[in-house]
Structure formats: structure tokens, C-alpha cells
């Protein structure tokens, strides 16, 4: 019943930016910590940004300083602003989430992903 929608892909030039967005919804009692990942042609699935409902945040080395990882639970939200995209940065971006079911259940859930292309 708990489902991730992601949004904010897309094309953009070298040195641009995107935004992306997550929303959850769906029997959520506690929505705990979330994240980015991002899986590019030949590659494994990697970890971008995580934000845990504490606060704190943890970024991937090739990303910090041009990304940064955001929250807005009222809205069960997490977005990733990226900016000074580079070629490399080409994948497909997930978004996951860790929570409490209404019925108490520890759960990961994962969006379907969405493209950012880079180009040069």
C-alpha cells in the first residue's frame, strides 16, 4: 500500500541543475530515513544521499558539494537539488524509503526511478 513517486528527471546541459523530488504515501506510521541512489549503464546501484529522520545526511564522495539531500515530512517528501551536473552524473536516479507500517512492520520501499541525463 506504500508507494514512492519520484519526478524531476530529465536533460539537461553540463553544469546545470535538477531537482528531484520523492513523495511517499500509503499506510505509513513512521516514515524513517531516505534516500538516493543511482544506477548508471554497466554499473551497480550506488548510494548518492541519505537523510535519516534525525537530521543527519551523508552524501557519496563524487556528489558533495554540488548535491545536497533535503526533507520535508509533513509531506513525506525527500528531494535531491543537484547542481553542477556533469556527464558523469548520467543515471537513473531511485529514491527509497525505510518506515513503520501502520501495522508495525519494519519496510523498504523503492520508487521506480527516473532518467537525468548529462550532457557534454
Known amino acids: 500500500q506504500v508507494q514512492l513517486v519520484e519526478s524531476g528527471g530529465g536533460l539537461v546541459q553540463a553544469g546545470g541543475s535538477l531537482r528531484l523530488s520523492c513523495a511517499a504515501s500509503g499506510n505509513i506510521y513512521t516514515l524513517n530515513a531516505m534516500g538516493w541512489y543511482r544506477q548508471a549503464p554497466g554499473k551497480q546501484r550506488e548510494l548518492v544521499a541519505t537523510f535519516a529522520s534525525g537530521g543527519s545526511t551523508n552524501y557519496a564522495d563524487s556528489v558533495k558539494g554540488r548535491f545536497t539531500i533535503s526533507r520535508n515530512n509533513a509531506k513525506n517528501t525527500v528531494y535531491l537539488q543537484m547542481n553542477s551536473l556533469k556527464p558523469e552524473d548520467t543515471a537513473v536516479y531511485y529514491c527509497?524509503?525505510?518506515?513503520?507500517?501502520?501495522?508495525?512492520?519494519?519496510?523498504?520501499?523503492w520508487g521506480q526511478g527516473t532518467l537525468v541525463t548529462v550532457s557534454s
Open positions: 527509497k524509503a525505510d518506515y513503520v507500517s501502520v501495522t508495525y512492520k519494519y519496510l523498504e520501499v
